[in-house]
Every structure is written in C-alpha cells, then in structure tokens.
C-alpha cells in the first residue's frame, strides 16, 4: 500500500474524468438532470411497483412509483398557488419550505413537492427542540412548515417566534390541505438551482446551512452504478432528513426502482426486519454492533445452529448487502459480518458532498480499515493531510454565511473536508482523524485525537473515550462499559483502563502517548446524530 | 412484571438475572446502550400489548421506572 499522507497528490478516475466534463455514461442518465426529471422518469420506468411501504395503524401500506408522482404533483400544485399568493418572499425567488417528522410517504411528498417545482425543502432534524426549530426557520427564509402530529404541541411557539412562516400543513392532512390544487406538470427547472438547505448537526460549533443543488443531488444518486435493482427491497431505518439516508435510500431507490421500507420507530428494527424482509440495508454502526450482539446472544442459547442462519434470520432471510456510514466501524465487526455471510461495505461523506465521496465495494473482503473507493466523478486530493474533494455533488456553499463557505471552498471549487487522510493505489480513502480537532503539543508537531481513540475500539472496558488537550498535556476521558464494568470494583476498573491505555500507549510514538487519565460516572453529551460533543468542559475523576 | 421484564432483558445484555432489580439502570448498572434499549422496548411493546411513546421513555432510566410506565399503559 502506498502511503500518501501529508503529501500533495490528486487523481481522477477515468468515468470520474468524463462526468466531471458533464458527458454522460448512458442515455438513461441524460434524461435525468434534476429531481423533477428523476421522479417523472422513476414514474415511466417503474410506474406500477410498489415504490414505498410504511406502516399505518398497525398495517402496511403502499404507494406505487405513478401514485408517488401523482401525490407530488398535488403538492406542487399547491407549493406554486401559495408563491404566486406570497408575492415578495424573504427568501427571493423560490419558495423554502421546511419539513419535519419520522419518515414517511408524506414527508417525502412534501420534500419533492418543494424541490421538483423548482422551489427549496429545508429537512429539518426530528430530534431539534422548539427553539433550534424556530432558529432554523427564521435563518432559512422559511414560508411553508409542513410538520407532523409529533410536533402540534409546538406549533403556536413556532407561530409566535417565526413571523414569515406564513403556512403550517400538518403533514397528517397533506392531502385534504391541497386536494383543492389539481396535479401540475412539474416545471422545467435548471440543474443549478437551488434544492435545499440541509442544516449539519456538527460536534462542535453552530449548524450551518448546507446549500445542496438539484445538480447536486442527481450526481450523487447517479454517481455509481449496479447498487441495487427492481428486486431489491429497502429497509430505510437512518433519519430521513439526514443526506446519507436521503440520497443512498430514497434517490437510490428511484433510480433502480427498488422498493424502500420505511421504519416506523427504532423501537422496532427488529419487529420490521421480519416484517418487509429487506435484501438490502444502510445502517450506522450502533446499529450492526447491537445485532451482532443479539446475534451471539442467540447463538449462545442455540449453539446447534450456525451463527449464519441466526443471523439471516434476524435480518429476515433475504438480507445481502450492508452498507454502513456515519461513523468509524470496527474492521473486526466488518469481518463479523462477512463472515455470517453479508456483503459489508462502508463509505465515506458528508452533507456538503451530497453526501458521497467514496462507497466501498460490497465485494471487497479485505477489510483494510479504509471507508471506501472514491466515487466516479470526484477528484481527490489531500493538502497538508487534509481530504479534499471536488465533483460536482459539492455544494455549492452554506446558506447566507459567507465567511463559513469561503472557509471550506477553494476559490477553484474543492471542499477542504476537515478530515485527514490519504487514499492509497487502489484509490480507496483511509480517513486518521480529523482537522479541527488536532492537538497541536508544543514542539508543533500534530497529533489526531480520532486516531487514538480508534485504538480504543474493540477493549471492553472501555465505554466510549474522547481524546483531547487537557493543560497542554493529551488526556483521555473514559466512560467505562457498563457491561464489562458492572462486576468490578472501582479499584479493578481503574486498573483494567489504565491497561488498555498502557496498551495504545505501546503503539504509538513518544509524541503522541497518552499522560492523563480522566474517568467519568455518565455517558458522554451526544448530538442529535448520537455523536459525542467534543467541545465540552474535562470531566471525571483522575486516575493516571 | 420483574420476572418476565427479565425474561427479556437477558436477550439484550449478559447480566446475572439476580441483578436486576427495581433500582438497576439500564444503562449504567446492566450494561445497555441506547439502541439495545429502543430495541427491547419493542420486545416489549409485542409482550404485552401495549403502545410506548418514545419521549415519554427518555424520563425511564431503571428498571422499577419502566415497570411503573408499563404497568400505567396496561391501565
């Protein structure tokens, strides 16, 4: 393997090199230039198939691909009679409509329904309190708030802190609110409009305002080929105003027809698997370590049966692929899975990237740690150890924040990712920390937190650990597992994390062992995505 | 309640069943992560029946906290 870290390089793959000079690979990839296209052709190709199945009062129902088409049409109907009645809007010429709520048909009816008439959705996380809901109202220009029931109760708060928010839709009632509006022929609309303004939940700092085009979108969804087909089944269980779950399940399923599953609640993951029978799934990786360990739990209880058929059992018997993103999977969990049989892969991205930068190959066995092979159509490159990336899925800057787009795009059009990296000569991406969070010590040299921290994984003792700079010196916080913990004393849980620190510590240089020792009695504060808060204040006793 | 709450939680976590009480903690004392305790909701909304609502579930930490919840939903 060729190790290019720290050194300036940049690469293309040939397809990468024909899409980047707008050609295009098939004649069923040149109709399709926006979402509006997307849908329309999605409607033609697949009319009749079952495109979404939810549950809905204990049963599950169905909307074709045609009824899906049909459905968008009436809310884009009624999205342009309500511009044409605003007149002058905060947000110019397009429409920005915010859609929050657990997934479902009519969430997705209201997102298309915006940006397939040419005008902006805003998916807004389902987790957001009351007042970050109304922050990101008023800071995206928003004028339509299609909510589910969930948040009613919020509603007259909303009402009252977000004065340009001039319609609510209740996305129960989506239907009875524009059933007046006949179905329009959606508009033609340039692949370089605006399509949304997708907020970053971020580890640290405020959340901006990604500004995703309709260009965007559509070469992130066609980027790659071969990913699924008609036969696939879909189980969507990641948030859906999330990018990864929007562009990789639902354009994805578009695209190939594929019939998408909706989760109703993560209460019921595993209820839902015997109940659509997925063949193929993108999951984070809390998700396939808990199974994994339901998996060996049952195996234990039945050790007649293979651990494969336990676990295509779980899955619901046909499950083939999974794709996990979000966060760092264990290559040793990645092995567990191929080794029961699945085809796992990971990939790599981010919301300003639409989000794809580089998906694995479900095929590949070698499990080498790395987050995949970059996408057709990206360049790569990396500046100072930092990931850079240009295609054009890159967004096209953060909405009304000037500052914050030019610190993360090059006047020539790459996206510094803020991860450090390098990609090998198989053009796969090994992602070792990332920028912001560097440790600088004093002699100047760097040391990558993450990357102490992924030495970590795989020890039971340790619950989660967040590596940082404490008084100059680097410090690691623990939370103890609780599993692994529950049966020691104090005294013999400090002794088993001071091991497993001794134990990173061995495999790192002098420069970048770890001096302090904090351990904490709580879990770590987390983001909405369930991803630890870096920024906040030491905490925990000091054992070492 | 406690017992077949047992019955289930064991299918989660590898805990010794004398050490669930009303005082344990799912997370902090029987080793659950957040995942492991949507998940065994579930489980047990198809034991016995009942419908959780997830907000409400964020305010359940031990295991007495639960069967206080699940038996006000049983009614």
Redesign the interface.
Known sequence: MRNCKDKLFEFQTADGFNAMKGNVITMEKSKIRTLANLITESAGEYGSNIFIKEIKGGEVAETTFAGFYENVRRVAGYIQKKKAEFGEMPSGKQLHGAVIGPSSSNWLTAWFGLAASGNVAVPLDAGLSCEDICDLLNRADVSIFFYDK?YEKMIPAVKENCPNVREYVCLADIYEVTGECEPIELPKISPSELAAIVYTSGTTGKSKGVMLLQSNYIDNTMCQDNESSPEDVVMSVLPIHHIYCFTCDILCSLRYGANLCFND???????NLQVYKPTLMLIVP??A??IY??IC?AHKTKPEIPVAAIAQNVFGGRLKTIYSGGAYLRPELQRAYLDMGFNMAQGYGMTECSPRISTADPNDKECAGDVGVIVNGAAVKTEDGEIMVKSPSVMAGYYKDEAETAAALTPDGWLRTGDLGYVDDKNRIFITGRKKNLIILSNGENVSPEELENKFAGREIIGEVLVYSDEGIIAAEIFP????S?SLSAEEIDEKIKEAVNDVNKSVSSSKKIHRIRVRE??FPKTTS?KIKRNGAPEGRIIG | MLEKLKGIIV?????DPE?ITPEARF??????????F??M???I??EFGIT?D??QVADVHTVGEAIKYFEELQG
């Open positions: 969930l609640s993560m209460l019921h993951i595993t209820k809390m998700i370590e808990t360990k339901q739990a597992s609780p599993e692994a529950k709580n879990e369930k | 299918n989660y976590v590898d805990v050490k997370i902090e004392d029987l080793g659950f992560n957040s995942y492991d949507m998940s909701l579930g489980d909304e198809t959780v997830e907000a």
